[in-house]
């Protein structure tokens, strides 16, 4: 720990892993096709939908995307 003087504090960068909805993967009840797609991560319900993961953190003046 060498660099631990150039640490700064104040900032923290935090990694989130979100396991997408998938229906053709999952096993859950399927919702609609927009919204279920694993590949397409803009869209989907527990990413790119306005209630998923990113429009939670996008609409908090707390957190930051880099």
Do not use: R
């Amino acid at each position: 720990m060498k660099n631990i003087a150039n640490y700064d504090a104040n900032t923290k960068t935090i990694h989130v892993f979100v396991a997408l909805c998938d229906n053709k993967y999952q096993g859950i009840v399927p919702v609609p096709k927009a919204i279920g797609n694993g590949q397409d991560p803009a869209n989907n319900l527990y990413w790119g939908c306005a209630y998923g993961i990113k429009g939670y953190f996008k609409k908090s003046k707390e957190w930051k995307l880099l």
